[in-house]
């Protein structure tokens, strides 16, 4: 089982830069396919993107491809999520989530849950 703890989050300006950070602990994190996925006020929780166990594939959402950049360091039980560009709409709350091995893009497929971390976009 692993724990996972999200950081790097803030108030920015629109078109202005945050890179998330999101670390694991309690299990060999290199076991886990990684995703990112975010839930604004009244809606539902969507997928960002998601990297696979070996950082070799990536996916992104349609919003933020081009965008945002998601990367992992297994020696340091780490996930980033690098976000460019930044537009009021990505204001929401960023959680990253673990399974095992291969990634995902659905919700319920993960198993395990950060609580997140705000990220403000003013206009």
């Known amino acids: 089982q692993v724990q996972l703890v999200e950081s790097g989050g803030g108030l920015v300006q629109a078109g202005g830069s945050l890179r998330l950070s999101c670390v694991g602990s309690g299990s060999t994190f290199s076991n886990y396919g990684m995703g990112w996925f975010r839930q604004a006020p009244g809606k539902e929780r969507e997928f960002v993107a998601t990297?696979?166990?070996?950082?070799?594939?990536?996916s992104y959402a349609d919003s933020v491809k081009g965008r945002f950049t998601i990367s992992r360091d297994n020696a340091a039980s780490a996930v980033y999520l690098q976000m460019n560009s930044l537009k009021p709409e990505d204001t929401a709350v960023y959680l990253c989530?673990?399974?095992?091995?291969?990634?995902?893009?659905?919700?319920?497929?993960?198993?395990?849950w950060g609580r997140g971390t705000q990220v403000t976009v003013s206009s």
């Open positions: 990297i696979d166990w070996r950082g070799g594939s990536t």
């Open positions: 989530a673990a399974r095992w091995f291969q990634p995902a893009d659905k919700t319920y497929e993960y198993a395990y």
